[in-house]
């Protein structure tokens, strides 16, 4: 989704890290909230089993979004690569035009 939305700017590889890390825990929190009640019941309230669950969750999410991650990077760094070139052209062509 950010990547649809940063078609004009220009944006610093840190604030993508710190939004994937927040939507990661956003994720993982709405996968809890839908299975919540189907573990409780699995696990019988048992805090122990309950944790052992949400880290075998935790642990299938993670990979894939560390691979999601390095992907919307390299897509962010090329938008951002074409976005500065097409900059420098138009200003290369508008310097052009006033030394004629």
Do not use: D, G, Q, Y
């Not at 939305?5 to 840190?14: D, T």
């Not at 990661?24 to 048992?46: G, M």
């Not at 944790?51 to 560390?66: E, G, R």
């Not at 991650?69 to 508008?94: D, F």
């Amino acid at each position: 989704m950010f990547l649809l939305l940063s078609r004009s700017f220009i944006v610093h590889h840190k604030i993508v890290a710190f939004l994937s890390v927040i939507i990661l825990l956003v994720v993982f929190e709405f996968i809890n909230l839908l299975i919540h009640l189907f573990l409780e019941n699995i696990t019988h309230h048992s805090p122990i089993l309950m944790l052992l669950a949400l880290v075998c969750i935790a642990a299938l999410i993670v990979p894939l979004h560390h691979k999601i991650e390095h992907w919307s990077t390299n897509k962010l760094v090329e938008k951002n690569k074409a976005i500065r070139l097409a900059k420098a052209k138009k200003t290369i062509e508008e310097l052009e035009e006033k030394n004629r």
